[in-house]
C-alpha cells in the first residue's frame, strides 16, 4: 500500500504490536510441553538446517528434531565428506539433544539441492529428475559413508534414519536393504551401533500416499514432506515464482493426502509427522492434528507459536473441523473455515 492514510497506517500499527505480544507470550511459555487443551500431548519437534541450530531449537523449546536436513555437510565444498566428519557432526546433533529423538534425512540431493562437487548435472525437469534417494542408490559410496555416520552416531542418542522421496515398495526395500549391508559390515568389525535404531519414510511423492498402506508395515514412521507433496500433487514447482499462487496447502487433494496417510499409520500404529512448512503455520495446526497428525516439525523460530496454538486445540473439535474441511470442495472455502478457528496468529 503506497502512501496509507493515517488510519490504513494506524490499523496495521495495532495489528504489529498485537502480533509481537503474542509473540513475546508464546516465547515465554515456550518450555510448558506442547498439550492441548483437553490435555493431549502432541510432539513439537524442530528440523536443522546445520548442527548449531540444535541450541536454538532447544531454547525454543524443541522435544527433539523431526528433520535434520543433512545436505549442508556436502554444500560449499570440493569432495564429499568422509565418515568420521559425518558422524562428528550426528553426534554433536544426538549429545545436544540429550536423549530427545533426532531423526537425521539421508542425504537429498538434487531438485532444487544443488551440490557442485556430486556431478549431478543440468536435467531438464531437475524437480523429477535424479534427486535424494535415486541419486544415493546409483552412488553406493556416498550413501554407504552417510548411513555408517549416522549408525555409528546413534550410541549417542535417540537417533532415527530417515529417506526422503520414497516412491514405493522397492525403492524403500532398497534403501532397507543398503542399511542392513551396512549394519553386517559394522557388525562384522565389532563396531556398535543402535541395533534397533527406527527407520522412517518421508511421505512426499503422491505414489507413496497411494501405498501409505503398504509402506506403513515396513517402515517405523511418516513424515509427511508437504513441501514437496504439494509440488508434486498440484504439478506446481516449488521455486518457481510465477506459478507460486497455485501452491496450495488448503487444496482439497492435499487435505486428503495428509488424511489418507495419516490413517493409514493409525492402522500400523505407527507416528506420522508433518515436516514441511505447513507444520509451521498456525493456520493448519488444528486442521492437522484433526486429520491424525501426531507430531509437527518446524522451524525453531515457529515453534512458541504454534506450542501457544495447540494449547487452545481442543482434539474432538480438530476431528470435527477435519470432517468438514474433507468435505470441502475449493480451497477457498477450507481457507475460510480456519481463517475463522486459528487462535495465534504466526506472521
Ligand atoms: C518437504 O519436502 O516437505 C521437506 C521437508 O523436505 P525439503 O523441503 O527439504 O525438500
Ligand atoms: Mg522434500
Not at 524442530?46 to 523431526?66: I, K, M, S
Not at 493448519?284 to 507430531?295: D, K, M, N, P, V
Not at 474432538?316 to 477457498?332: G, I, P, Q
Request: aromatic share 4%; with cysteine.
Amino acid at each position: 500500500i503506497l502512501d496509507p492514510d493515517a488510519q490504513t497506517a494506524a490499523g496495521f500499527e495495532a495489528q504489529r504490536q498485537g502480533d509481537l505480544a503474542a509473540r513475546t507470550a508464546a516465547f515465554a511459555g515456550a518450555q510448558a510441553e506442547a498439550r492441548t487443551a483437553d490435555s493431549k500431548h502432541v510432539e513439537v519437534v524442530a528440523h536443522l538446517a546445520t548442527a548449531a541450530e540444535a541450541q536454538v531449537a532447544l531454547q525454543a523449546g524443541a522435544e527433539g528434531v523431526g528433520l535434520l536436513r543433512t545436505e549442508f555437510i556436502f554444500q560449499e565444498r570440493t569432495e564429499p565428506p568422509g565418515e568420521e566428519e559425518q558422524y562428528a557432526v550426528y553426534r554433536q546433533v544426538a549429545e545436544a539433544m540429550a536423549g530427545r529423538p533426532v531423526v537425521i534425512r539421508t542425504l537429498d540431493i538434487g531438485g532444487d539441492k544443488l551440490v557442485a562437487h556430486l556431478q549431478i548435472l543440468k536435467e531438464d525437469n531437475p524437480q523429477l529428475g535424479w534427486r535424494a534417494v535415486r541419486f544415493c542408490l546409483a552412488r553406493p559410496d556416498i550413501f554407504k559413508t552417510q548411513l555408517r555416520a549416522m549408525l555409528r552416531a546413534s550410541v549417542h542418542g535417540a537417533i532415527a534414519i530417515m529417506f526422503p522421496m520414497i516412491s514405493g515398495i522397492e525403492e524403500l526395500r532398497k534403501v532397507k536393504a543398503v542399511v542392513q549391508e551396512v549394519m553386517s559390515e559394522l557388525d562384522a568389525a565389532a563396531i556398535s551401533y543402535n541395533k534397533d535404531i527406527k527407520i522412517g519414510s518421508m511421505i512426499e511423492v503422491p505414489s507413496a500416499v497411494m501405498l501409505a498402506d503398504l509402506l506403513a508395515q515396513e517402515t517405523d514412521f511418516f513424515s509427511i514432506g508437504t513441501n514437496d507433496l504439494i509440488q508434486y500433487l498440484l504439478a506446481v514447482d516449488r521455486v518457481n515464482e510465477k506459478i507460486a499462487h497455485l501452491y496450495d496447502p488448503a487444496h482439497p487433494a492435499v487435505i486428503r493426502m495428509i488424511h489418507q496417510t495419516a490413517q493409514a499409520a493409525r492402522v500400523r500404529k505407527i507416528p506420522c509427522s508433518i515436516c514441511g512448512e505447513m507444520a509451521g503455520d498456525a493456520l493448519y495446526t488444528e486442521l492437522l492434528l484433526g486429520l491424525g497428525i501426531t507430531s509437527l516439525s518446524m522451524a525453531a523460530v515457529a515453534i512458541p507459536v504454534i506450542r501457544a496454538e495447540i494449547s487452545h486445540i481442543n482434539l474432538e473439535e480438530a476431528r470435527t473441523l477435519a470432517r468438514k474441511a474433507l468435505k470441502m470442495r475449493t480451497d477457498d472455502e477450507i481457507r475460510v473455515l480456519l481463517a475463522g478457528r486459528h487462535h495465534v496468529r504466526a506472521d
